[in-house]
């Protein structure tokens, strides 16, 4: 499934910000991530994951886009495309939460 969860809306806040955080994973690590992007600048992020785990699952301070295998750059594009036209106006800063995810951004840069 790409996009966003039925039933949520886009985040509020960071339509006046300069910058939107994506973070790719569902893990503790992407959780903390968008933790210290919301008390450093009170801002919200985007999370990409295959489902929603505990932190991620009730969180308030991210907008969870679902993507079936994260691992799939074409997917990955897809969906990073659809948050680009969600969040028009925010430069996107694109994280992984792990270290797979790291490489996979890392490989795939120039795209």
Not at 9 to 14: C, D, F, V
Not at 17 to 37: E, K, P, S, T
């Amino acid at each position: 499934m790409l996009g966003q969860m039925k039933g949520m809306k886009k985040l509020e806040s960071t339509k006046s910000n300069r910058f939107l955080a994506v973070i790719l994973g569902g893990n503790r690590g992407a959780y903390g991530l968008a933790q210290a992007f919301y008390e450093a600048y009170d801002q919200q992020s985007v999370v990409i994951s295959p489902y929603q785990t505990g932190p991620i699952l009730h969180s308030r301070i991210v907008d969870h886009y679902l993507q079936a295998s994260p691992m799939d750059i074409d997917q990955l594009l897809q969906t990073l495309d659809q948050i680009d036209r969600d969040y028009p106006e925010a430069e996107k800063l694109i994280f992984g939460s792990d270290d797979c995810y790291v490489e996979l951004l890392v490989e795939h840069r120039h795209r």
